[in-house]
C-alpha cells in the first residue's frame, strides 16, 4: 500500500529558532516531512538544539519558517497531536495519581463543566493497561519509578488518541523493561499508522527503531534513511565541534 | 454574656470562618504551583489600592475598596514581570522589591491623606480588627456586617468556579506546557486566580489585616500538602485545617485571658496565624509519609 496520497501529517520548511533577537540561532534552516506510519528518530550531540526542534515545532517557542500539521496549523489539529516533554518539565511532587495523568488526555473529549464518569476513568484505566501499570493507577506519580512515569505519560498520549507523536527523550533514565515495552508499543501504533517523531540520544541499534532519521547539529547534517543518514561522514559532522 | 456572644463573638467567628476556607482553597493553589510567595507581594500591594478608594468613596465602601485594590494588585503584576523581563532581575527579587515599595507608598498615604476622618488606621491595616466586628441583631439581615456579606460572595464564587473548572484547573496547574499544546489558555486560570486571591486578600483584610492574612493562605494549604496525595483532599484538608485553627484561634484570643484571669485583651488575628503556623509545623513533624519521622 502507497502512504504518498495521505496527507503528510508534519511538514517543516525552513525552520529557524533563536530565543530572543540578539542571540544567534539554535536552529536554522531545517526542512522536513514526516509521513503517515512512519517512526523518526531525531539524533545529534548534547546541545544540538534537538528539544528546541519539537518545541519550536509546537509554538513553544519563537521561531521562523512554516510548520504544517496535516492539512493545517496547529490549533486546527491540536487533539491529533500528542507531546511527551523531557522528565523533568513537570513537578513530580504535585498531588496527582497515574490514573489522574493518564485522564487529562480525555479532557478536550469530555469538555468543558462536565465531571469525570466512571466509563472515563475505566477508558484511562484500558490505556494504562497497555503500558503495564493498571497495578500503580492510584499511585501518586512520585512514587513511580522513571521508567513507569515515563509510561503515564505514554498512557496520556494514548488517551488522547493522537495521530502524531512527539517525544522528547522517551528513552531517558529509563529501566530496559520500560524501553522495550515502548519500542513495542511504537512499532504497534505504527501498524495502526500513526506517526512518531522521536528524540533518541542513542546512535546504535537507531536502525532498528526508525525509518526516517533527523542527524541535528544546529542545522540537519544529514536525514533519510538509517543507514544513509548514519554514515560514518555524516556523524563525524554532527559530532565533531562546529567551527566558529 | 449570651447576648455579648451573639453580638460580638458570633459575627466574628462567622468571619474568621469564611476567611480560613477562602484563603485555604486559594492557598491550595498558590502552594501547589510554588508560588506561595504571591500572596505576600498581593497582600501588600493592595494598601495604596484600598486607601485610594476609601478617599475617592469617603468610607470603607467596599465596592470603592475592591477596585482599588484590585487594580493595585493587577498594577504589582505588572511591576514584577516589568522589572523580571526589562530589569534582568530574578523573579524572587522583583516581587520583594515591589511589594514593600507598594506597601510603603500605602502607608504614607494612609498617613497623610487618610487622618482621622476616616476609621482606617496603620495597625488596623497590619493586625486586623476583628474585635471591632459586631452584629447588633444576628437574626436580622439589615444589619449583617459588610464583611460577612463580602466574604459569603466571595465564597460563592470561589467554590462554583472551582467546581466548575476543576479538572482544567488540575490540567493547567499541574502540566501548564502540555495544556498549552492541547489548547487551554493557561494564562486565564492563572489570571482568575490571582484576581480571586486578590478580592480575598482585600476581603479578610479588615478581619485579618495584611500580613495576617498570609499566613491563613499558606500554613493549612503547606501543611495539607504534607498529608494527603490527592488534589480533592488536598482541598477539603487544607480547609478543615484553616477553618480549625481559625475557630480554636480566635475563641483561645477572646476567651482564654478572661478564663484565666487576666484583664486584657489580644489580638484575635495574631492568635490565629500562631495557631495555624503551629498547624504546619505538627504537620511536618508527625505527616505519616512525608513527616521528619516518617521512614
Redesign the interface.
Known sequence: MSMDNTIAPLSVKDLSCRYTRQNNYALRDISFTAKAGTITGVLGPNGAGKSTFLKSI?D?LPHEGSVKFFDGT??KN?QK?A?I?QRS???WD????AL??C??GL??R?G??R??SKAHKEEAMHYLEQVKLQDFAHR?IGALSGGQQQRVFMA?ALAQQAELFLLDEPMAGVDQKTQTLLFDLFSDLKQKGKTMLIIHHNLQAASAHFDHILLLNQTLVAQGAPEQALSEDAINRAYSPIEA | MLDQFFIIDFPALVIVTLASILCALLGSFLVLTKQAVMIDAISHSVLPGIVVGVLLSGSFSILYVMAGALTSALIAVLLVYVFQHWGKIEQGAAIGAVFTAMFAFGVLLLETQVGSRIHLDTQHVLYGALELTYWANPFEWSSMPTQIKTLAVLLIITVVFLLAFFKELRLTTFDPTYARIMGYKTYLFQITLLVLISLVAVGCFEATGSILVIALFICPAAAARMLCDQMTSQLLLSMFIGLFCAVTGYLSSALLPMWLGFDMTVNSASVIALFSGIGLIIAIIASPKYGTFAK
Do not use: G, H
Not at chain 1, 504535585?94 to 495519581?97: D, R
Open positions: 509546537l513553544l496547529l490549533a491540536r497531536i507531546y516533554p518539565s513537570v513537578d504535585f498531588p496527582v495519581s489522574d495523568v485522564l487529562m479532557y478536550p469530555i468543558w463543566l465531571r469525570i501518586q496520556r
